[in-house]
């Protein structure tokens, strides 16, 4: 039986992993409409507008990843050492990918000349594309079934790339595109860039048309691969959350296209974090699907006490801070963009 401290963690690793998906997701999908913007003045204006939307927020989002490795590996030992056995080389480009992104996103703003610039702008979208795919491959690899209790079982290559890990991996691609898209939206709207509102707002109809699309191919993978994870998905405890995603991802590219600016932020996040929620309680009690669970794979009732009050300590000094540099950023109190 799964003890009490034990579900606690688990939700909250569900939870760091979703407020990860949805910031995290924001600034990667708009690292992604840097990389497509091309050339030429309107997509200069563009990329002033993805900078300064993310300078002030987007190394913050990262406490959230690193939350979710710490809670893992100290709350549920067995099941950090299996995955990270099986799908380090997914872990490795994801993680060099993001180190590449941080560095190449500061590059840009001292390197001086335009190929320099350009240069440094590829090389921070290739990053933001690789990083959301290769961490959502890895959760896709988990739905698989494919990682083994301790360790590989099977090539390691099998158990990271398979239909299943592919499919998660594209699915985040659109889902940060499609977040992120949006919020940029606000952000244009935020510092009167009328330009830029109806440029981004086509770009996430567009990316709205793809998550529908792509979503319905995973969903399609998924009941071949793991028929038990779609029911539990579609019709087990991931069906509010599966539903919530059917439902307001049109809502959102409905809204968009209307030019009808309310609720379509919040709604995006909605979506992002539903899509998040339906795999993580479609897959429970069962941390490895049909292999291990909670209550298996959860550390000492001490250590699972004790990092439950250091966890909620934590949200306790942090969540207040982000939320207050969110509030800050919101209100266009920190640097706006040079006219």
């Given amino acids: 039986m799964t003890s009490a401290p034990a579900n606690v963690i688990a939700f909250v690793l569900l939870l760091t992993i979703t407020a990860y998906s949805v910031a995290g997701g924001v600034d990667y999908g708009a690292g992604i409409w840097d990389l497509l913007a091309g050339r030429g003045a309107r997509a200069d204006r563009a990329r002033e507008l993805i900078d300064h939307a993310m300078a002030p927020v987007w190394e913050a989002n990262n406490v959230w990843l690193v939350l979710a490795i710490v809670v893992c590996w100290t709350g549920f030992p067995l099941l950090f050492q299996s995955v990270f056995a099986s799908l380090y080389p997914l872990f490795a480009v994801a993680l060099l990918a993001l180190i590449l992104r941080g560095a190449f996103f500061a590059f840009r703003h001292v390197w001086t000349g335009p190929r320099g610039k350009r240069r440094t702008g590829v090389v921070f979208g290739i990053s933001s594309v ?147 929620f339906a795999w993580g309680f479609g897959q429970s009690p069962y941390l490895l699907p049909g292999q291990l669970t909670i209550a298996q794979a959860g550390a000492p009732l001490g250590t699972e006490v004790l990092l439950s009050i250091v966890t909620l300590l934590v949200v306790v000094l942090v969540l207040p801070s982000l939320a207050l540099l969110v509030y800050l950023d919101q209100r266009s109190a920190l640097e706006p963009p040079q006219a």
Avoid at 140 to 161: D, H, K, L, M, T
Avoid at 205 to 231: C, K, M, Q
Avoid at 240 to 251: G, H, M, N, R
């Fill in 130 to 276: 690789l990083a959301p795919f290769f961490f959502a491959a890895a959760l896709g690899a988990i739905a698989s079934g494919r990682v083994a209790v301790g360790g590989p079982n099977i090539p390691v290559w099998q158990a990271c790339f398979n239909p299943t890990s592919i499919s998660f991996g594209l699915v985040s691609m659109a889902a940060t595109a499609f977040i992120g898209a949006s919020f940029l939206v606000g952000d244009a709207r935020r510092f009167g860039m009328p330009d830029m509102v109806d440029y981004f707002r086509r770009r996430a109809v567009v990316a709205t048309a793809v998550l529908i699309i792509i979503g319905t191919i995973a969903l399609a993978v998924i009941r071949f691969e793991n028929p038990r994870l779609l029911s539990a998905m579609l019709l087990g405890l991931g069906t509010p959350f599966a539903l919530a995603t059917v439902i307001f991802t049109p809502v959102v590219g409905f809204l968009l296209w209307r030019g009808i600016f309310h609720w379509y932020r919040l709604l995006s996040v909605v979506v992002v974090g539903s899509l998040v």
